[in-house]
């Protein structure tokens, strides 16, 4: 879950579903856009989850796309609108980068 805290006031604001393994969270003040990268999701395989800021106390799941199992180290580099995703070697699956262009 992503649940996010008024930390004037230590309330709840709200909670959105996400899948487990949470390795990197980050968030881009200019979009209002929070990225999520997780490394299992039901079925085995990780997702990258991207939420956008509508005011305080309200947040919409964007979209999440597939990544790879165990997927979940990643970064956001708002600049070039790119979140990148390391995937190691597992299973003999190869280990590589993902890039995602953030829209």
């Not at 930390?7 to 949470?22: D, E, I, R």
């Not at 200019?30 to 997702?47: D, F, H, L, Q, T």
Request: aromatic share 10%.
């Amino acid at each position: 879950m992503l649940v996010v805290f008024d930390t004037q006031t230590g309330k709840q604001a709200t909670k959105l579903p996400m899948g487990g393994w949470v390795d990197e969270m980050a968030i881009d003040p200019a979009s209002g856009r929070i990225c999520a990268s997780c490394g299992k999701e039901s079925g085995g395989v990780g997702a990258a989850y991207m939420f956008k800021d509508l005011d305080t106390d309200h947040y919409q799941l964007l979209g999440k796309v597939a990544t790879a199992f165990i997927g979940k180290t990643a970064t956001l580099v708002p600049s070039l609108k790119r979140y990148y995703f390391s995937v190691p070697n597992f299973q003999n699956g190869g280990a590589r980068i993902l890039v995602y262009r953030v829209q």
